[in-house]
């Protein structure tokens, strides 16, 4: 099947610095990447679709300024958390998607982002 | 606003037991209903089902939708504790391919 992979798969970070997530597909190429976010025992909330070459759709109450989305390529997508705060530590995936709309939509493994 | 809701949020059963997992739905323009199954990292895909009455099955894992009701059911028999895990569903609506995820069901298979 296919394969999404992320990095880092965790990462401490200070307040007021910025952490860059890289999600890629492995063997497919993904017109389309999510991000989600998942705070702990509860479920996956869509933060934005990134489609590639064009700017990300944010979902109502994400900050774009706060979690900038690049997709510049077929393969690779990238969340910054820029000034990060300790609230935004959480459990953060990515899915992506092959050309076809319809297409099986698959996770990477998730970094885990702790803000201190 | 989509909603999807399961039910129940948590449950406990002894190995070999058959649970039910439900999930609930409103939704503009629905498209497709997915199960998800996430252990400790990110979810792996079980079901996607886009028509009703039709059953998917896998091993001792199987799925049915029905879509006048707005609900899909998720069987999982003579369970084992590998079976323990969070199970997610998740709808599709119109022509965007975002998942909207319910609540989750978190299930816990004891000796």
């Known amino acids: 099947g296919a394969v999404v992979s992320q990095h880092p798969s965790w990462v401490i970070c200070k307040s007021g610095t910025s952490v860059k997530i890289e999600c890629r597909s492995l063997?497919?190429?993904?017109?389309?990447m999510f991000w989600y976010r998942q705070f702990p025992k509860q479920s996956l909330m869509l933060m934005a679709t990134?489609?590639?070459?064009?700017?990300?759709?944010?979902e109502q109450g994400v900050e774009k300024d706060k979690f900038l989305i690049n997709h510049a390529s077929l393969t690779l997508s990238t969340l910054t958390v820029t000034s990060a705060h300790p609230e935004d530590s959480s459990f953060y995936i990515c899915?992506?998607?092959?050309?076809?709309?319809?297409?099986?939509?698959?996770f990477g493994p998730g970094t885990r982002l702790t803000v201190t | 606003e989509d909603k999807v809701v399961q039910s129940p949020l948590s449950l406990v059963v002894h190995e070999g037991d058959t649970v039910t997992l439900n999930c609930s739905y409103e939704?503009?323009?629905?498209?497709?209903l997915l199960w998800y199954k996430q252990e400790k990292k990110a979810p792996t895909f079980l079901f996607m089902l886009?028509?009703?009455?039709i059953e998917k099955k896998s091993g001792r894992l199987s799925s049915i939708l029905d879509k006048k009701e707005l609900f899909s059911i998720l069987n999982i028999t003579a369970t084992q504790t590998g079976d323990s895990a969070v199970y997610l569903c998740?709808?599709?609506?119109?022509?965007?391919?975002?998942?909207?995820f319910g609540t989750g069901t978190r299930l816990q298979v004891t000796l």
């Open positions: 899915s992506a998607q092959a050309l076809s709309r319809d297409s099986e939509q698959y």
């Open positions: 939704v503009t323009n629905f498209r497709s």
């Open positions: 063997d497919f190429q993904a017109t389309t």
């Open positions: 998740a709808i599709t609506t119109g022509t965007a391919s975002k998942l909207t």
């Open positions: 990134s489609n590639e070459g064009s700017k990300a759709t944010y």
């Open positions: 886009t028509s009703s009455g």
